[in-house]
């Protein structure tokens, strides 16, 4: 354990902490076996947290701007009418593989911790307003009025969700052209 506390980033200790929380859930996420798997003494962790809580709101936020701001930002940059967009959203959710921040299966995890710990949900719930917020806007883009839009949002929204669980306990029945097939049922298409 030769590493000093500053050769390692914040970044470094959040995917730990990732990889941490989807093998054993929240109560995995804890300092010292954390320190082992990075190879460093705890005061590595201590150089970059005040403590085990600040980790877990970095963490949150981390995830909040790869999980979603990230997506969206790539989504409006390379343009398109409504209907592009939203097949572009999906793509990013339908091919999304697992990085170092445990993908879909962090995500389940995360929706599980924030059941039971405060600054998860209200993480978790800004989050997912957010997404059904823009979901919202771009069934507006591509012609829905706004309450049809919101009722489709939330209908893509809650699919996603499902394929995500489906996907984190190994089954995957979100093809693309079953999006292809919602988003022509959502938009009144086909």
Do not use: C
Request: net charge neutral; aromatic share 8%; charged share 25%.
């Amino acid at each position: 354990m030769g590493a000093k506390p500053q050769d390692l980033s914040k970044t470094d200790w959040i995917a730990a902490a990732f990889r941490a929380l989807v093998s054993g859930g929240p109560s995995a996420i804890n300092v010292e076996p954390l320190a082992k798997s990075l190879s460093v003494t705890k005061g590595s962790f201590y150089w970059h947290f005040k403590d085990r809580a600040a980790l877990h709101t970095a963490m949150l936020d981390h995830w909040e701007k790869i999980a979603t701001d990230h997506i969206i930002d790539d989504v409006e940059a390379r343009g398109g009418s409504g209907r592009t967009k939203l097949e572009r959203l999906i793509n990013h959710a339908v091919s999304a593989a697992p990085d170092a921040y445990g993908g879909a299966q962090a995500e389940g995890v995360l929706r599980g911790w924030a059941a039971s710990y405060d600054p998860a949900g209200a993480i978790l719930a800004r989050v997912d307003k957010r997404r059904r917020a823009y979901l919202a806007e771009l069934f507006q883009e591509a012609g829905l009025d706004k309450a049809d839009a919101r009722h489709a949002a939330d209908i893509a929204y809650l699919a996603s969700i499902g394929a995500q669980t489906t996907r984190a306990t190994g089954g995957k029945i979100d093809r693309p052209s079953t999006w292809t097939h919602l988003l022509d049922k959502l938009l009144g298409e086909n």
